[in-house]
């Protein structure tokens, strides 16, 4: 052969591997400063419906397409967005908003009293957004007034109009609009690729601060595939269970956000007597119907061991499903727990032995086993659904620890143990937790609690403010009587406050000191205004 067409062919292979190191191993650097990479599933994930408010699009977080009424601030106060000013009447039945009068839409119509009326009363219809079952109607009052009348007061609504991304009236159609959408928010939609990820640009025309980044693609990895991301620098965000905390990704920071979201695992309250839901499922059980195994695991299991083994040593231990950030939160409702001769002793008196020497009690035939569920894809929540079913051998408890997906806890989720989530600057969370009248609508109060004193709490917090509301609301918890805590009901086994780890590229300064306290499901993008591109990508 030629050598001049060896030297040839060696080059050309040469540049070949180049090139392909290029194109496989180093592409996920190859962007600008001003381009931005987020793995954020704690950010809603991947919405099945799409992105579309009405349909649950960033339930309690920032929407990005789409804007909102009002924005929460860090302190838990809030700034108009859409809205200009707003009035309340005095018996919290009425809330009027002026909106502001130089915003359009990415289709470049305007946004006007008939879009937000269209959006709150179709997501009212839905019922997969925000609770609005409160609410009798949204009117026009003039072009840019919106009236908010609500069949019961309810001091709590206007949390309401920080979370719900206003749609265009004219142009919405709910079978196609997720697909996509139309917003005035920071970010316009350009591409979903279903199972992989979201792009969205820079809305040229919002009426409001702009973000740095021109362009944001946020991947719907989780887990391994976060971190993963994270470790070959594909994301200059990511966010990652707990368990991956301590690891060291050389060029990123973890950052561990503080959150309000509590992890707690519902007791039904009731026994089983074989009624169940409008789609067959049953109601009650028979074990956690007895107070005093309510009582057992709540004094019995210990928080602080789980916050530092189940919850990688970042949880907080909680006894009421009220972070103690909230100002609603109540101290009172701390018990000295991991006392296993308490729990021991409160279930021998309730007549729970061990009859058979195997290492499960007994009352009238029954065993004292229950089985405890839990989303399969949220390591957290396996962790804790596996020591709580340790620690309760102690006692003489057999728990079933059995990972699942929502479509198969739903048949169990008013009969069994379930591990949720809760968290919201929306005190009326509690309502739906914990009201009697809701006891087994959808997913609210699943323990099935009916106490007449919880109740009246929520009703004396719904129609005050401020204080005197955040009171009411923290003896839902504990009174000095009764309440859902340990101390009274123990209508739930409340385990931890969790927090929210995201590595972040050393290039980024994502203002951890504007950033916003974490409701459940994450709002990492709650202060995009304040962040920077502090040096170039690597």
């Known amino acids: 052969m030629d050598k001049k067409y060896l ?34 599933y704690s950010h809603g994930g991947e919405p099945e419906a799409g992105f579309d408010p009405i349909l649950g699009w960033n339930y309690y977080a920032e929407p990005l397409i789409q804007s909102t009424l009002l924005k929460m601030n860090r302190n838990m106060t809030y700034s108009n967005d859409l809205a200009t000013d707003y009035k309340i009447s005095d018996d919290f039945k009425n809330y009027v908003v002026k909106l502001r009068k130089d915003v359009k839409f990415t289709d470049g119509s305007d946004l006007t009293a008939d879009d937000v009326v269209f959006t709150y009363n179709e997501a009212k219809a839905s019922g997969a957004s925000l609770d609005l079952s409160n609410m009798a109607e949204a009117k026009k009052v003039d072009k840019y007034t919106v009236k908010f009348d609500l069949d019961k007061s309810d001091s709590s609504f206007l949390d309401k109009l920080a979370y719900i991304g206003i749609v265009p009236s004219d142009s919405y159609n ?6 996509n959408p139309v917003g005035s928010g920071p970010y316009k939609f350009v591409q979903w690729d279903k199972g992989q990820q979201v792009i969205l640009e820079l809305n040229d025309d919002y009426y409001g601060e702009k973000p740095e980044f021109k362009k944001l693609t946020i991947l719907f990895a989780q887990n391994d595939a976060a971190f993963n991301a994270a470790k070959n620098k594909e994301a200059d965000i990511s966010a990652v269970p707990l368990s991956y905390a301590k690891e060291t990704i050389p060029g990123m920071t973890m950052y561990l956000m503080d959150t309000i979201d509590v992890r707690g695992i519902s007791l039904p309250s009731i026994p089983n007597t074989g009624e169940t839901t409008e789609d067959g499922a049953a109601i009650g059980n028979n074990v956690t119907s007895d107070i005093a195994i309510r009582k057992a695991l709540n004094y019995g299991i210990n928080r602080t061991a789980l916050s530092e083994g189940a919850l990688s040593g970042f949880g907080t231990p909680n006894y009421d499903g009220i972070a103690h950030q909230l100002p609603w939160a109540n101290k009172e409702a701390v018990i000295k727990d991991g ?20 290492g499960i009690r007994e009352k009238d035939g029954t065993k004292a086993s229950l089985g405890v569920y839990y989303s399969s894809d949220a390591p957290e929540r396996q962790a804790l659904a596996v020591a709580v079913s340790e620690q309760a051998k102690a006692m003489g408890i057999e728990i079933n620890a059995t990972g699942s997906n929502w ?31 809701q006891a087994g609508v959808g997913y609210n109060n699943p323990a099935f609690i009916n106490n007449s004193a919880v109740d009246a709490h929520i009703d004396a917090a719904l129609s005050s403010s401020g204080a005197a509301s955040h009171k009411e609301w923290s003896k839902v918890s504990w009174d000095g009587s009764t309440g859902i805590s ?15 780890g995201y590595y972040v590229d050393d290039s980024l300064d994502i203002s951890n000191d504007t950033a916003l306290l974490q409701p459940h499901g994450g709002d990492i993008f709650g202060n995009i205004w304040d962040w920077k591109r502090v040096s170039s990508v690597q």
């Open 174 to 179: 709910n079978e196609t609009y997720g697909q």
């Open 7 to 40: 030297i040839g062919g060696v080059i050309i292979v040469i540049l070949l591997i180049i090139g392909g190191a290029v194109l496989f191993g180093g592409s996920h650097n190859a962007r600008a400063d001003d381009e931005l990479v987020v793995a954020a």
């Open 486 to 500: 340990p101390k009274g009901d123990a209508s739930w086994l409340w385990l931890g406050e969790i927090k929210y």
């Open 339 to 358: 006392d296993i001769a308490k729990a021991n002793k409160t279930l021998e008196a309730a007549g729970w032995i061990d009859t058979d020497n195997d």
């Open 407 to 437: 479509d198969e806890m739903d048949k169990v989720k008013n009969s069994e143990g379930i591990v949720w989530g809760f968290g919201s600057t929306d005190p009326s969370t509690l309502w739906s937790e914990y009201y009697s009248d």
